[in-house]
């Protein structure tokens, strides 16, 4: 599967996103009917599980603080009282997923940041790059 995050692309991913060394998201494409499906788990600073989401699908959410919106194609995870993005992913085509939008603690409590042009870790960032995941995971951080 290629993953487009911002404006990278990382081919042949095996759909695993790891933020700071932690597994924090599947993405992946119902084998039958190519729904697109997003498994994630959202902290707050000090590492306490907020929301999860198993398949697309909300399996825990503390005081039912976040919403989810999806369709066969496109997965969007929001605070309920503020309405803020906090991942939105579309399917392209098949095989090629888009992280397009986010805005999230990590597990270590640092925020990633991810706009159509890059993504950010703090201090890091990256933009426009293309890499060969070869049957890995994409790595930030």
Avoid: C
């Avoid at 992946?28 to 707050?44: E, K, R």
């Amino acid at each position: 599967m290629d993953l487009q995050i911002g404006s990278n692309l990382y081919r042949n991913t095996d759909g695993t996103i790891e933020v700071e060394g932690v597994p924090l998201m599947q993405v992946a494409q119902h084998p039958s009917t190519g729904a697109l499906l997003v498994s994630f788990a959202l902290f707050d600073q000090t590492g306490k599980m907020l929301v999860k989401l198993v398949d697309s699908n909300i399996t825990f959410n503390e005081r039912r603080a976040y919403d989810v919106t999806k369709t066969p194609k496109t997965v969007v995870l929001k605070e309920t009282a503020s309405g803020k993005v906090l991942l939105q992913l579309e399917a392209k085509a098949p095989d090629v997923v888009m992280f397009s939008k986010g805005e999230f603690r990590t597990m270590k409590g640092h925020t990633l940041e991810v706009s159509e042009k890059e993504w950010k870790l703090d201090k890091l960032k990256a933009g426009g790059v293309t890499q060969d995941q070869k049957g890995g995971s994409v790595t930030i951080g």
